[in-house]
């Protein structure tokens, strides 16, 4: 050390204890915001995981009831009103962009299904329009359950 002080290089018994502390600083700063970042998307992925698992379980249940009222167990009101538990706001908070527009199409076609259902007697359901329906309703069910699992990084 008196070796640098009486060549003229003091500066190096500063820069070296500065340079270290800086980069300790820097390193653990890094740590922390990589940390918190991971965090929070973990944290984001299991509200997703959970949404979504009610979101689907919700739709069997209407699924369910559907086939109730197709039999004339059930009136098309219950329908409508187990329907309506579908709004999902939570869903529209946390899902992505393609999710969203899923759900809503979803939900418009199971509208209209319902809407169907209401206007004819339950002897006259098995039409071709009420096929086509149910098709499309089954095909966008399937569709958004892809999108949930390609949301969740879930092959």
Known sequence: MDELIKQGQWWWLLVVPIATGSLALLGSWLGSRLGKTTEHEQWLRNEKIETYSE?????RRVDLLLERVVGGVSKPVELMEATDELGGSRLRLISSEAVREATKSHRDRRQAL??????????TVQTPEFKSASEKL??????????????????
């Open 55 to 59: 979101y689907l379980e919700t739709i």
């Open 138 to 155: 089954h095909q966008s069910r399937t569709h958004l359950a892809e999108l949930m699992a390609r949301d969740l990084n879930i092959d």
């Open 114 to 123: 319902t809407e169907y259902l209401e206007h004819i007697s339950p002897a």
